[in-house]
């Protein structure tokens, strides 16, 4: 019922709307809107920003809120989704795989990024008095050390990313033990923790979809006030990143997942033959978990990947391998850094890599999801997305081509899951390899 006077109130028709349409709508709108003031109007553009200004801040605020509980509650849920009965030498085996080809991705991103690189020269404007002043970089060394805190409540309240991401993976990973213990005491509390963890995951993700449903507007007024203030020379960066991020994903897709399968003697032709379907589904859906079903169906019928290797692997890497996404985020956090005059050092990159790598433990496969990643990202090493700062401003003209980005990169993590699932399954020797003659 309540569902059903949403569709047909007041804002009926906003709701009815396809969020994609609605947010790519608020892009175009937003650019329109800001080249005529800038163009025609010059006078009128302060005006304009201040009076816009509390709706961009609205929108910051609501995504800056969500940051730190949804990676302390997804990681630990998705910590814990791992039986340790399982971790055997299949289990470790793909989760080697995954976080080894999730490295490699943000990498490639990286390296397209500095190859190409997106938003240099562009000079975003904001109000703040700070663009995003970025912290001295500290020693790689001191980098890994970090990342341990030495209080995970004052880490939660600063919202210091690492060390977020680090306790709640190893809380996640205990409490599998806790849930799967002899004891039967134990492990029934450990089943209720469980299940509280998962539904304050799930709520986190309620709650991305309500504030999601604020973005179109969000995204109008940041891209009008980038565009008003920059000109049309602000469609050209975000091109390029668009070209960085593809050519990347297509990188992770024939070098790294093809010289992954020609290693086990697979090839990669037939691999993509059999995985097709769910690639176009994932590029469609943008969403893994929702791909799962088809993932599934075309690893076992299609590629030859037993049930019992597939029904571990194929939903561990809808939790856990987000290798298109890890490509992404290392292009965007290059592109806001080159758009605000900051851009990274090597230090900040390998930061990039690690916090990337780390979070995609967690991050849900849903649609949208990178984008609260690129958030992680970004605090890590030191650019903070404040309300009326550069920085917030380069963030929302990602925001405004995510859901184009997202496209590509959920079709290659779900690539990146089955490939790992066939190469998992070749190893221990029970892949059909009459399927792939």
């Known amino acids: 019922m309540e569902k ?12 009815k709307t396809n969020l994609l349409v609605r947010i790519l ?49 997804s990681l ?20 080697v795989y995954y976080l080894f080809t999730s490295a490699l991705a943000v990498a490639i991103g990286l390296a397209f990024a500095n190859l190409i690189d997106p938003g240099a020269g562009f000079n975003v404007i904001g109000d703040a008095a700070v663009k995003g002043r970025v912290a001295e970089a500290p020693s790689i060394s001191q980098i890994l050390l970090n990342i341990i805190p030495t209080n995970p409540i004052e880490s939660l309240t600063k919202g210091d990313v690492l060390p977020i991401i680090f306790f ?23 089943g209720i923790l469980l299940d509280a963890v998962n539904a304050a995951a799930e709520t986190m993700y309620k709650m991305v979809k309500g504030i999601m449903q604020y973005a179109p ?40 997942y093809g010289g ?4 086990f003697k697979l090839g990669l032709i037939r691999f993509l033959k059999g995985a097709n379907e769910a690639m176009v589904t994932a590029f469609v859906t943008r969403s893994s978990s929702g791909t799962l079903p088809v993932t599934l169906r075309c690893a076992e019928e299609n590629l030859g990947v037993p049930r019992t290797v597939s029904s571990f692997t194929l939903p561990l890497g809808a939790t856990i391998n987000m290798d298109g996404t890890a490509i992404y985020l290392g292009v965007c956090a290059m592109f806001i850094g080159n758009a605000i005059g ?86 221990e020797g029970d892949l059909d390899l009459s399927k792939w003659s």
């Open 4 to 15: 059903h006077t949403e569709k047909n109130g007041i804002f009926g028709w906003y709701f």
């Open 76 to 95: 630990i849920a998705g910590a814990a989704s791992i039986e340790p009965s399982r971790l055997g030498r299949v289990g470790v085996k793909v989760m």
């Open 342 to 427: 900051l851009p990274l050092s090597f230090n900040q990159q390998i930061l990039v890599i690690l916090t990337a790598t780390l979070a995609s433990i967690g991050t849900a496969g849903v649609p949208g999801a990178g984008a609260i990643m690129l958030l992680m990202v970004l605090e890590s090493v030191g650019l903070k997305v404040t309300e009326g700062s550069a920085v917030a401003a380069a963030y929302a003209m990602i925001l405004g081509i995510d859901a184009l980005l997202d496209m590509g990169r959920t079709c290659v993590n779900v690539t990146g899951d089955i490939a790992g699932s066939a190469i998992v399954s070749k190893s």
């Open 25 to 73: 709508t608020g892009l175009i709108l937003g650019a329109a809107v800001g080249i005529v003031l800038g163009g025609f109007f010059p006078d009128a553009v302060k005006p304009f920003v201040d009076k816009t200004k509390f709706f961009g801040d609205l929108f910051i605020r609501l995504l800056k809120m969500i940051v730190v509980p949804v990676i302390l509650f």
């Open 168 to 190: 709640a993976v190893v809380f996640g990973i205990s409490l599998s033990y806790v849930k799967t213990s002899s004891n039967h005491d134990l492990a029934r509390i450990g």
């Open 260 to 263: 992954f399968l020609s290693m």
């Open 217 to 256: 507007i969000g995204v109008f007024v940041l891209i009008a006030q980038v565009f008003a203030q920059q000109g049309p020379r602000a469609i050209g960066p975000l091109l390029t990143v668009t070209l960085a991020v593809y050519l990347g994903l297509l990188l992770q897709v024939g070098l790294v």
